[in-house]
């Protein structure tokens, strides 16, 4: 069970630059994030996608943009990396977000922005 | 503001002793609150609760959930090595939005 793909695994950026964190999910779930982690302050969501073809803005948006692509996958794009971006990044899945089901996370992305 | 408050913030025990974890939260519309589990990787599940008074158990994990006091208890008892790592709690209210993510407490068991 593949459940939730993250890649890349690890990455370094030089500030000014781009790149695209790919999700994928398997389990046909209808609701996708993508939160960032950070010493001492929990997981903090980026962006949402309640449904395919819907984005939202979540606590710490600036600075990324997203697109969920299809029902399966949901990426995060930094357009212009700064150093405050190095985090820990996470995509979940869950299957709606108006009932209880839990999320699913994938095993993160080390991002570190120099 | 939704808002999620663990306590402690991180906690050193000795193997075999049982720890109490806190999770304190104000939310308009509660719906669940949920712990994770997070050792080197991604967070996983442990338990949601949804009712006040009712225990959910496994193994030597249980968690409370008390909607009067708006608090819930993560126990773990005879902690073992492998009980390192950082507890998070999230509730969720009953509007169509994300979970909500406390900063988590860190437990080291040590030999």
């Known amino acids: 069970n593949a459940g939730v793909t993250q890649t890349p695994k690890f990455q370094v950026l030089k500030t000014g630059q781009s790149m695209t964190l790919q999700c994928a999910q398997d389990m046909n779930h209808n609701s996708m994030y993508w939160y960032r982690q950070d010493p001492g302050m929990g997981l903090r969501l980026i962006y949402y996608?309640?449904?395919?073809?819907?984005?939202d803005k979540g606590e710490v948006p600036n600075g990324y943009n997203v697109s969920r692509l299809n029902k399966r996958e949901f990426s995060l794009r930094l357009e212009s990396a700064a150093p405050s971006q190095t985090s820990v990044y996470f995509c979940?899945?869950?299957?709606?977000?108006?009932?209880?089901?839990?999320?699913?996370f994938g095993s993160g992305t080390q991002l570190s922005v120099l | 503001e939704d808002k999620v408050v663990q306590s402690p913030l991180s906690l050193v025990v000795h193997e075999g002793d049982t720890v109490t974890l806190n999770c304190s939260y104000e939310?308009?519309?509660?719906?669940?609150l949920l712990w994770y589990k997070q050792e080197k990787k991604a967070p996983t599940f442990l338990f949601m609760l949804?009712?006040?008074?009712i225990e959910k158990k496994s193994g030597r994990l249980s968690s409370i959930l008390d909607k009067k006091e708006l608090f819930s208890i993560l126990n773990i008892t005879a902690t073992q090595t492998g009980d390192s790592a950082i507890y998070l709690c999230?509730?969720?209210?009953?509007?169509?939005?994300?979970?909500?993510f406390g900063k988590g407490t860190r437990l080291s068991v040590i030999a």
């Open positions: 979940a899945s869950s299957e709606a977000m108006n009932s209880h089901e839990k999320l699913f």
């Open positions: 949804t009712s006040s008074g």
């Open positions: 999230a509730h969720r209210n009953s509007g169509n939005t994300p979970l909500v």
């Open positions: 939310v308009t519309n509660f719906r669940s």
């Open positions: 996608s309640a449904s395919e073809g819907t984005t």
